[in-house]
């Protein structure tokens, strides 16, 4: 009766899969094994078949060459961790066919519920609760080895990892974001120290997959591209989709971006949906030069937008605009409902995105050229002191924030109240809008403020240096 019991929980999780999938796990754990053929679910001696960790160590194993070693060694453990009580086909160290299918079928297609047994395992060999210093540690292991196969997958879509900063900063600091939502059985969220020498039990940690969605998307996409199982399943890969942006007008520049890969990643998932699929480079100060002319001419009527900056002690921040900017002596999004999707976020040294609180509506501003009215570009706060402010006197910047700007909630964001600018970048997100590609066109004419600006930096009217095409050819490939 108990095999009888296992066998109908080994068909109820089979069943999760359509054949095409089914397929995909037949072929992997047939290779692991050692097997040949795809027969293994209808031929009743593969069944028998096992997977060791050395099968899944083996450095010429399609299944493994682009997991880290650590992962490996976690994904096995969680293997083994699946029970199947009565069956003795299996010795211990070795992971039998069903609990190849149950595993994949827990973590791809099952709820928290299901995955948190699995993943108490892959953080730890032991039963019972985990310290928060295992946790980070799993999650710094996801984090990396997600960069590592979306790399070797050609994932990137125009990122790679030379022309983006180094990523060992970033998995620590989206890992150190993404158990900053852990809370202990009263609720309260441990920081610093006390987070890593507190301790976790299983309920813990399933409310922290539940609420934080990153760990089991990042799960499934090392697990579908690391073993090459699903990936070509389209309703399966809807979470690799929009996990990372394709990258526009980078290419050939010779440039290192002021973001990495984790940042790209975690930036993006608080983008509105329908920005999340491509980014685009409208202006870097390395390319375009240190004015704020230039700026302004590169970004005006571009559509929704994200800026990172980095000040002269190294750290690194932003915003979000959520429409296009416009030169004018007052805040933008008054009347636009849609102006609160606006933020503002922190690279480094820590990862963070602080998004509106209500209070105001005071999202963007950007003048030029004004006597009465402060000249640049803001998000948040007020006059003079703004959440993030870059000065029209190019390279000057502040974030005020005692205790924390009244738009978004963030903290100062540069190390000094007031910085100094030492690069910039400016992306524009999604697709243009229609209404920006016509503006982009006609605006050198129909504008006076434009036309003012060019004749102020000395460019005549017919400029084709601010009448850069809307859409590169970069294919993002």
């Not at 699903?230 to 526009?248: E, F, M, T, Y």
């Not at 570009?377 to 910047?397: C, E, N």
């Amino acid at each position: 009766k108990m095999g009888n019991a296992e066998s109908n929980t080994y068909q109820n999780h089979l069943s999760r899969f359509i054949p095409e999938e089914q397929a995909d796990i037949d072929g992997v754990f047939d290779t692991l094994s050692g097997s040949s053929g795809t027969a293994g679910a209808k031929n009743g001696k593969a069944m028998k078949k096992t997977v060791t960790l050395t099968a899944l160590q083996a450095r010429k194993s399609i299944a493994y060459e682009p997991l880290p070693e650590q992962m490996t060694v976690r994904l096995y453990n969680g293997m083994k961790s699946i029970d199947l009580t009565g069956k003795s086909s299996a010795p211990n160290e070795q992971i039998a066919k069903e609990q190849f299918v149950i595993f994949m079928s827990n973590l791809l297609k099952g709820n928290a519920d299901e995955k948190v047994t699995i993943i108490m395992r892959m953080i730890s060999k032991t039963e019972g609760p985990v310290k928060g210093k295992q946790i980070q540690e799993f999650t710094e292991h996801l984090i990396t080895s997600l960069v590592h196969v979306l790399n070797y997958r050609k994932e990137l879509k125009g990122w790679n990892l030379e022309n983006t900063r180094d990523y060992a900063s970033g998995v620590k600091a989206l890992a150190s974001q993404l158990l900053s939502e852990l809370k202990l059985a009263d609720g309260k969220k441990p920081v610093g120290h006390q987070l890593l020498e507190a301790t976790f039990d299983q309920s813990v940690i399933e409310d922290w997959v539940y609420r934080v969605p990153q760990i089991s998307t990042f799960l499934s996409v090392v697990i579908r591209q690391g073993f090459q199982v699903l990936h070509s399943v389209s309703d399966q890969a809807n979470d690799i989709v929009n996990l990372v942006p394709g990258c526009k007008g980078f290419k050939g520049r010779g440039l290192s971006s002021l973001f990495d890969i984790p940042s790209v990643i975690y930036i993006n998932s608080h983008l509105p949906a329908e920005y999340q699929h491509k980014w685009r480079l409208l202006f870097s100060s390395r390319v375009h030069g240190e004015s704020f002319s230039q700026l302004c001419a590169h970004i005006v009527n571009k559509g929704s937008c994200i800026m990172i900056l980095k000040d002269s002690d190294g750290f690194i921040f932003g915003g979000f605009a959520s429409r296009s900017w416009e030169v004018k002596p007052q805040f933008q999004g008054k009347v636009h409902f849609c102006d609160n999707k606006c933020f503002l976020f922190s690279v480094f040294p820590s990862l963070a995105v602080y998004t509106c609180t209500g209070y105001n509506d005071h999202y963007m501003y950007l003048n030029h050229g004004q006597q009465t009215m402060p000249n640049g570009l803001g998000m948040g706060g007020q006059h003079d002191y703004f959440g993030l402010w870059i000065d029209s006197d190019y390279g000057k910047g502040h974030s005020k924030a005692k205790p924390r700007c009244t738009t978004y909630n963030s903290p100062q964001l540069s190390a000094k109240e007031h910085f100094t600018l030492d690069a910039m970048e400016v992306w524009a997100v999604g697709d243009i809008p229609e209404s920006a590609v016509m503006k982009s066109k006609s605006i050198l004419d129909v504008d006076p403020e434009a036309q003012a600006l060019l004749e102020m930096i000395g460019k005549p009217r017919q400029s084709e240096g601010l009448r850069e095409p809307v859409e590169d050819d970069d294919d993002g490939n």
